[in-house]
């Protein structure tokens, strides 16, 4: 019995090992983390779904290792990076306790970086998927990379933007002036100490942290690119959004994503009932609609 219950257990172990597997590209001075999962009887050549997550996040968080799960189960490849986010082998939450060095605009690099390993490897059709923040790197890099191995996007409550409304939203949650400290740190860039931290700082989801000006000038100036939906008629490819109908971070996407959507081109996919992180059922209906756009595109 216990020999039998020990090969039931070596045959699950190893079917987890030739499922999901843990890789590593290297990327400027960084080794970047990546979850690659591929289905049962696929290979990359038969397409493969590259995941970024949103803020501060990483590739084994909730939405994204669900997804994973649930596009196995539907006979779809995926590869969930984790962005160095400045640190080399990052995994998990970033620590605010940690100096942050890292930009907003890393993030699509670090994409590229992936796209190339993907293909080195094998990859031949790449759909690109970002969420949250990771929705908006996506978007932004899709909308400046036309590379012949993307086949589609998807952005799961990608972010968007408003310079007044960023102000707001700093004044509730800090108590201080953004302006105030962006000028300081802009201030600091001209005078090439943008590499300098910046004490006692807020900066994104973060109190009391510091943050080096660079980073901080990066994340918060007045770019129009960090609203996604004005980037979406600048990608090339069939891109679906999915906007939760009750996403409290994201707000504001289904307005702003409504007379961009023409179903074809641009495709909007609401989910009745979910939040930002589509939890539960709603990541299902996400991942069933998912198939239904990639089946489409066939």
């Not at 690109?128 to 908006?136: E, K, P, V």
């Not at 972010?159 to 949650?173: D, G, H, L, S």
């Amino acid at each position: 019995m216990m020999k039998y219950l020990l090969s039931i257990l070596m045959m699950l172990f190893s079917t987890q090992i030739v499922w999901a597997k843990a890789v590593e590209t290297k990327h400027q001075n960084l080794v970047l983390n990546g979850n690659l999962v591929i289905a049962d009887g696929k290979k990359l050549s038969d397409g493969i779904i590259l995941m970024t997550h949103g803020t501060l996040a990483h590739g084994r968080m909730e939405i994204i290792s669900s997804l994973q799960e649930m596009f196995k189960e539907r006979g779809l490849n995926s590869l969930a990076i984790t962005l160095g986010l400045g640190i080399t082998k990052r995994s998990g939450m970033y620590d605010c306790k940690v100096p942050h060095r890292h930009k907003h605009t890393d993030a699509m690099n670090e994409i590229e970086a992936w796209l190339t390993w993907l293909k080195k490897k094998g990859a031949t059709k790449v759909t690109l998927f970002g969420h949250s923040r990771g929705g908006n790197q996506t978007a932004w890099f899709a909308s400046e990379h036309n590379d012949a191995v993307i086949n589609a996007v998807i952005l799961a409550a990608p972010m968007i933007w408003n310079e007044n409304e960023e102000q707001k939203v700093y004044k509730k949650t800090y108590g201080k002036q953004l302006a105030d400290i962006y000028r300081r740190a802009q201030a600091m860039v001209k005078k090439g100490k943008g590499k300098e931290l910046m004490a006692h700082t807020d900066f994104i989801y973060c109190k009391d942290t510091q943050v080096d000006a660079n980073s901080f000038v990066n994340y918060y100036k007045p770019e129009p690119r960090f609203d996604t939906p004005t980037l979406l008629k600048h990608i090339s490819k069939p891109v679906i959004v999915f906007a939760g109908s009750d996403d409290k971070v994201v707000k504001g996407l289904i307005n702003k994503m409504k007379p961009l959507a023409d179903g074809k081109k641009i495709s909007l996919s609401i989910i009745d009932g979910a939040g930002h992180f589509f939890r539960d059922l709603n990541s299902e209906d996400m991942a069933d609609a998912i198939v239904d756009f990639m089946d489409k595109l066939k």
